[in-house]
């Protein structure tokens, strides 16, 4: 018994340790790190399938427990939340996108290919990739809603010091 104060104390102390960076390292006197994107969507069972399809992603518990909301797991503890709701005053352009890095772009691109899923390079040339003046290869695609997505082999650039004012 005299060890349950204790436990109480630990487990308090854990409670209120801070939480690691979900991406690379926090950034900020707030350490600021990505934790997920959410998109509105005509057809939730539609957008899902597509993007389990197209990307493997995994599908993560949803505390919402709403049916017109379900998430996706996008890895280092971030997620897509895929809400079907009203999408009139959403506009859509290349410039604004979500962006993914892949560790294998070269079998992703491949499996694009496969799929029969369109892509086009960032000048809009279809089935191409492209590379970027840091040398990260890039394509651009579109889901089921309109959305655009850049898929890159960018990861290898994070963490490299950050461009002074």
């Not at 005299?2 to 707030?30: D, K, M, W, Y």
């Not at 600021?32 to 998109?39: G, Q």
Request: aromatic content about 10%; glycine content about 10%.
């Amino acid at each position: 018994m005299r060890f349950l104060p204790l436990v109480a104390l630990l487990l308090s102390l854990a409670s209120c340790a801070p939480r690691p960076p979900l991406f690379g390292v926090e950034s900020g006197s707030f350490k600021a790190s990505f934790d997920h994107y959410a998109i509105n969507v005509d057809d939730v069972d539609a957008s899902v399938a597509f993007y389990q399809r197209v990307f493997d992603l995994p599908e993560v518990y949803d505390g919402t427990g709403k049916d017109n909301i379900r998430w996706l797991a996008l890895g280092d503890g971030m997620a897509l939340h895929i809400i079907e709701s009203d999408r009139s005053q959403v506009k859509l352009q290349k410039g604004v996108h979500m962006a993914i890095s892949l560790g294998d772009f070269t079998g992703f691109v491949e499996r694009l290919r496969t799929l029969d899923v369109p892509f086009e390079s960032w000048q809009g040339a279809p089935l191409e990739t492209n590379g970027r003046p840091d040398g990260v290869q890039q394509v651009y695609l579109q889901d089921p809603d309109g959305y655009w997505i850049e898929v890159n082999d960018g990861r290898s650039i994070f963490g490299k010091t950050p461009v002074q004012p």
